[in-house]
């Protein structure tokens, strides 16, 4: 069985090397950080996603799954570090590509012929090639005169947060080499443990098919939010024009909500936007309609505030979606922090994913329902759900997230 090297212990880096692990690799995970390499060889979980602790148990358990500071030899190499934008104030956000040079740069001392490098962290096109073209300036003696002696391909993860450990091994996979033979390779290694079916395509074809499908659910959920928002002018229920427009067979709308957020979505399209800034107006315009929703939300519930003298406001959810823990990118993150900087300490937060979070006290739910004038709903995590709508019978009501549909 093939050894495999994880660079990245994150969303998608630790599943990923739990499973293979339990499926027989011989996994060595690298995190930059000394607490999450810590708690993963003590077996403990330093996120949160469904059975995940299970898996990772298994996998330490088994021996299978050692973490460390730093890389070490393997047949194997899978990057799956963040690729987010660089916060330099543009109009059009560039790509900070510096985990990924970091993370080749700490493996290539590392690297033998024969080895295959499988980038798997969303990235813009062209990615790949830098990363097999670094390990070429890096380690000459591994250029032959056929070119790299190392295999490089793309294969972009796909997983849904909250559904990782399924998705990872359901879910139809793309593979793109920086040649024809490193697609082969990357792709003979994915079918050992995908389920769906693993297709191979050349690099920069993978990495703009992966920014294709965050960037198509992101315009449509802009068309979403920017419907709820025509709903609320004419004083429609959106929930219900959905439903109905819904019923047509070649129509699907998506859900409006409170923005939208977390690292993939509310970035990627911008990896587009920046390689051909002049002819994506759509992608742009789908970005700064979700952005604006977050605000639109805000101001919604501060303008219901100010009718009172001392409103108590409570705000259900502060991750980026329901059922999650992750509060990176979180519009209802940011809409909670809008009220707080008005309304001080008459803000309540209610996140029943999280038992604590730096900076911002949070409330239990019923105290918070029981206490408040205003509820505002801003994710649908099941305990909203669940909630017997009669509760807040008496309270202002704004359901961003479509909890109670009104
Ligand atoms: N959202 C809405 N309305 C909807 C659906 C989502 O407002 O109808 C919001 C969510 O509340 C959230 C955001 O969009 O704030 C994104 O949530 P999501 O569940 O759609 O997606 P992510 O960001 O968790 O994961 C996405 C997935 N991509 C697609 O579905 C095309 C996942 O498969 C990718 O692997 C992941 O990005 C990634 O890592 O790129």
């Known amino acids: 069985m093939q050894s495999v090297c994880v660079m990245g212990l994150g969303y998608i880096g630790l599943p990923t090397g739990s499973f293979l692990a339990t499926k027989g690799y011989r996994v ?9 390499v810590a708690s993963i060889n003590e077996g403990r979980l330093p996120i949160v996603e469904p059975d995940l602790d299970i898996l990772l148990k298994s996998a330490v358990n088994s021996g299978n799954l050692t973490a460390a500071l730093e890389p070490q030899a393997a047949d194997v190499f899978i990057l799956a570090v963040p690729t987010p934008f660089l916060a330099d104030g543009s109009d059009t956000p560039t790509p900070d590509l510096s985990y990924v040079e970091a993370a080749t740069g700490a493996i290539a001392p590392v690297l033998a012929a024969g080895n295959l490098v499988i980038l798997e962290s969303t990235s813009p096109v062209g990615t790949t090639e830098r990363v097999a073209d670094f390990i070429g300036r890096e380690r000459p003696d591994l250029l032959g005169r056929e070119g790299l002696k190392v295999h490089v391909a793309h294969c972009p993860e796909r997983v849904l947060p909250g559904r990782i450990l399924l998705e990872l091994v359901e879910n139809d996979r793309v593979v793109g080499g920086v040649d024809p033979e490193s697609t082969d390779r990357a792709v003979e290694f994915y079918r050992e443990f995908v389920r769906g079916e693993v297709l191979g395509t050349d690099c920069r074809s993978a990495e703009l098919s992966k920014l294709v499908e965050n960037a198509f659910r992101d315009v449509n959920i802009a068309f979403a939010n920017e419907l709820s928002m025509v709903c609320e002018s004419v004083g429609i229920n959106v929930w219900d024009v959905i439903r109905l427009a819904n019923r047509h067979p070649r129509v699907s709308v998506l859900q409006p909500g409170a923005g939208v957020g977390g690292h993939c979505i509310a970035v990627d399209p911008w990896f587009i936007v920046s390689s051909a800034p002049e002819i994506t107006p759509l992608i742009r315009t789908a970005r700064s ?21 001392e409103p108590k406001i409570a705000c259900l959810g502060l991750a980026f979606k329901p059922d999650i823990d992750d509060l990176r990118q979180s519009p209802a993150l940011e809409i909670a922090r809008g009220l707080i900087a008005v309304h001080g300490e008459r803000v309540m937060c209610v996140e029943p994913n999280l038992e604590s979070f730096d900076g911002l006290p949070l409330t239990p739910l019923s105290d918070a329902l029981q206490q408040a004038d205003i509820v505002a ?30």
């Open 28 to 36: 060595y995970g690298v995190d930059v950080r000394a607490d999450v």
């Open 377 to 406: 709903v801003l994710v649908a995590h099941r305990p909203f759900r669940e909630l017997d709508a009669a509760l807040l019978e008496e309270k202002v009501l704004i359901d961003a997230a479509g909890v109670f549909r009104v």
């Open 289 to 309: 309609v979700n952005d604006g929703k977050s605000r639109w939300v805000l101001e919604r519930i501060l303008e219901r505030a100010s009718r009172f003298r």
